[in-house]
């Protein structure tokens, strides 16, 4: 009934406490359920309680008498017996006592510095670590890890797991997807539950394209160029990143399926059954930029050196292999001009380079996947964020902004909260403050 303000507390005046969870039951007793909910655990239920994961995640996170932890959502169970046992299943959108966040849309932070972590660990829902962000932004940038402080990885994933709270989940890569056995690579995922609890950590697993363990260190070494183009090979080396993704899955991980740079590596992924997906912004849009702008100088000069210059980026960008470096200039541009084509920029040459984001949105919508969300990355430069805030008004998706999780290394998400206009009113307001004229 709308208007009708009910609470498990309702519940507890008419049904038996089961014995002994009197403590747990008082934790949400003041949390607001449906009438529908209310009438349906009367008429079939015959006593409270609440589930063994309840229990666990409670002790799990040394959770204050009378609380529930933030990331969880309650949610109800009625068993064989008539039992009605509360469970606190993980859903990042919920705050602590079953509130839910201030908005739907979920703010995650790329980074690995404790102290960075520490001012926005009430802010975010997600932190991302990738060996990249560990090592080149952190371990290895002395400004950062000042005094060299963090020697590994696990202690600075131990440091960060200790400074955010239940509520935020924890994205950390795998440290090499090419030559560790699924063994390994289950031992590796097993150390990160440990350090960082088995409900909060998520591993992230990348596509590996045509890169495997034989030849990945052609990216390691000399021009660094793999020798065939992104899109030869075998199936097995393809698939090798679903594959770990599902075996991850069914051994009870809940997955970050990364480097998803086109639309159409969406529908594939989403068979990996992850809980996390991912739209790559800047590199893919700039990239078509430099590339549309080699095709205009070539067809508004007819200079080859043009599409010379394009065959040489698209080599330098592994669009084309390293073998196709001195390959047939008009087969580099037609292939240039099919990828333009697909991303939108031959029929808008200012095309904002967000159709993956709302690709992936529609494909979301379809899938029967209800609790994946999106990951919106990669978006460094300030041109970005405002346009997706803009895109995510936009009334088709209006229901699925909960869904959705923008993330950003702390310094660019930082830009988000100022305008050059907080400037100006604070100067107005504190020389007034001090009594200026």
Avoid at 18 to 44: F, N, P, W
């Amino acid at each position: 009934m709308e208007g009708l303000k009910c609470t498990v507390r309702s519940l507890t005046g008419q049904l038996k406490v089961m014995d002994g969870q009197e403590k747990e039951i008082q934790r949400i007793e003041d949390h607001e359920i449906s009438t529908e909910l209310y009438d349906a655990v009367l008429k079939r239920g015959k006593a409270l309680g609440v589930t063994e994961r309840f229990q666990d995640v409670i002790r799990e996170f040394h959770t204050p008498e009378g609380e529930t932890p933030a990331g969880f959502q309650v949610v109800y169970e009625l068993q064989p017996d008539g039992a009605v046992l509360a469970d606190l299943k993980r859903n990042i959108a919920y705050d602590k006592n079953g509130k839910k966040r201030p908005t739907k849309l979920i703010f995650s932070a790329d980074c690995a510095n404790p102290c960075e972590v520490e001012s926005m660990k009430n802010l975010i829902g997600n932190l991302t670590c990738n060996p990249a962000i560990i090592y080149n932004q952190f371990i290895n940038n002395p400004s950062a890890n000042v005094g060299g402080k963090y020697k590994t990885r696990d202690e600075v994933m131990r440091d960060i797991g200790s400074i955010l709270g239940p509520g935020c989940d924890i994205s950390v890569e795998l440290n090499d997807p090419f030559h560790s056995s699924e063994t390994e690579i289950l031992e590796e995922a097993a150390r990160f539950k440990e350090m960082l609890s088995k409900y909060r950590v998520v591993i992230k697993v990348p596509h590996t394209g045509p890169v495997h363990a034989g030849n990945v260190q052609e990216l390691m070494e000399g021009d660094k160029r793999l020798s065939r183009r992104y899109n030869q090979g075998e199936p097995e080396d393809f698939f090798r990143g679903h594959n770990l993704a599902l075996m991850l899955q069914e051994h009870g991980y809940r997955v970050n399926y990364t480097l998803m740079f086109e639309p159409y590596q969406t529908a594939m992924a989403l068979q990996a059954r992850p809980y996390f997906i991912n739209s790559f912004i800047m590199f893919r849009h700039s990239q078509s930029m430099q590339m549309a702008g080699y095709m205009k100088a070539y067809e508004e000069t007819g200079d080859p050196l043009f599409i010379e210059q394009l065959r040489t980026y698209m080599v330098e960008n592994d669009y084309l292999s390293a073998k196709e470096v001195s390959g047939d200039l008009f087969a580099a541009y037609t292939r240039a001009r099919e990828v333009l084509k697909y991303r939108g920029f031959l029929s808008d040459p200012m095309a904002d380079g967000l159709d993956g984001i709302r690709h992936n949105l529609r494909c979301l919508k379809q899938a029967n996947l209800p609790d994946t969300r999106l990951i919106i990355c990669n978006m460094q430069g300030e041109n970005y964020y405002p346009y997706i805030d803009r895109l995510l008004m936009e009334p088709e998706f209006a229901d699925m902004t909960d869904r959705v999780v923008i993330t950003a290394a702390p310094s660019l998400l930082m830009e988000f909260t100022s305008n050059p206009l907080v400037v100006q009113f604070h100067r107005r307001f504190m020389n007034a403050a001090n009594g200026a004229k």
